[in-house]
């Protein structure tokens, strides 16, 4: 439900907003490549939690900024702020959007910081290197 909400208040700004909803991987990968901002809600299924989902990788990895609904365990992977930016509430979303539509250089350099971090840290390689070294 809040998921909807905020992606009402997103429209009724005047903003565009793209759902890859019911995409392929393939075409999802390309709608967040083609999109300066990638968002990302971190609601469990249950609309009971939160929880870290592998969109805060991908986004990055396309390229495109990442504004994501705020978890505990983004911190542990990014620099928030710098690589990737969270909002808490509709209204912390609504600002942070209006800020990056007026700052397009702040995007340019949230993507460009996001994706040296995935590459450098969280690619799939590295994470099963790091993994395995953990169980030998």
């Given at each position: ?21 019911g995409s392929s991987f393939e075409d999802m990968i390309g709608i967040y490549s ?103």
């Open positions: 439900a809040d998921r909807v909400v905020y992606l009402d208040h997103l429209k009724d700004g005047g903003f565009h907003v793209v759902s890859p909803e083609s999109s300066n901002v990638g968002l990302n809600f971190s609601r469990n299924s249950t609309g009971e939690g939160m929880q870290m989902k592998a969109r805060v990788f991908e986004v990055p990895a396309t390229g495109a900024a990442l504004l994501t609904e705020y978890t505990e365990e983004l911190e542990n992977c990014f620099d928030i702020g710098k690589e990737i930016l969270t909002f808490k509430t509709h209204h912390e979303l609504i600002d942070k959007v209006n800020f990056l539509s007026r700052k397009p250089g702040e995007v340019e350099k949230i993507s460009s910081r996001g994706f040296e971090r995935v590459k450098a840290d969280h690619d799939s390689k590295i994470r099963l290197r790091a993994l395995l070294e953990k169980i030998v």
